[in-house]
């Protein structure tokens, strides 16, 4: 039922937004900051949360005080700053601009080393990966090129990996549970995985 849900409001978003979404899957509205947005809260929340919300700046700045307290890495001032006039442009109570390009994706780059609007960043930023996970610097979880590290040369790697992706789990880096994800098909895990496992 909530994959359902989840794919009829995926495609509203892409729709209404014209192809700027961020990526297939993404119901935020593309325009400047989205990146960093979602890359900072796509795990912690499922951002239709945020999608629903029409919050002052005091408020999304609560919000966000809340999602540092709960374990978030605390960004730089300048994401903060990208993040919370994001926020308040797009669902804040005034009349949201209209979509437009996400001309400040380089700020999401600079935190996990990956462009979400571009190849397989935009479908790591859709299905909240990089919430998490950094190209070759621990954040929430482990580096990408720690997990190729790690499972090179072990031939279920493919199948161990996407049943990660798929139905979560802790304890192979330590505590920190990953969520499953039902957002991205069978044939984008598998991508994400030959990605990954393909770093060297």
């Not at 325009?31 to 239709?48: F, S």
């Not at 209209?98 to 462009?115: F, K, M």
Request: charged residues 20%.
């Amino acid at each position: 039922m909530w994959g359902s849900w989840s794919f009829r409001l995926s495609a509203l978003a892409a729709a209404l937004t014209a192809g700027l979404a961020l990526a297939q899957g993404a119901p935020l509205v593309s325009g400047p900051g989205v990146g960093l947005v979602t890359a900072k809260c796509g795990t912690c929340h499922d951002l239709t949360h945020i999608a629903r919300s029409k919050l002052t700046r005091d408020e999304w700045t609560d919000n966000f005080e809340n999602m540092v307290k709960r374990g978030m890495p605390r960004p730089s001032e300048d994401e903060q700053r990208i993040i919370l006039d994001y926020l308040v442009n797009y669902y804040g109570p005034q009349p949201a601009p209209p979509a437009a390009p996400d001309t400040l994706a380089a700020a999401a780059s600079g935190v996990t080393g990956i462009d979400p609007t571009q190849g397989i960043g935009r479908l790591l930023s859709a299905g909240g990966c990089t919430a998490c996970h950094a190209v070759d610097k621990p954040l929430v979880g482990p580096a990408f090129d720690a997990v190729a590290a790690r499972y090179r040369g072990d031939a279920a790697a493919m199948a161990k990996l996407s049943a990660k992706i798929r139905h979560g789990g802790a304890g192979v880096w330590g505590p920190t549970p990953m969520p499953p994800n039902a957002v991205l098909s069978d044939r984008e895990v598998q991508a994400i995985v030959e990605w990954v496992l393909a770093r060297n």
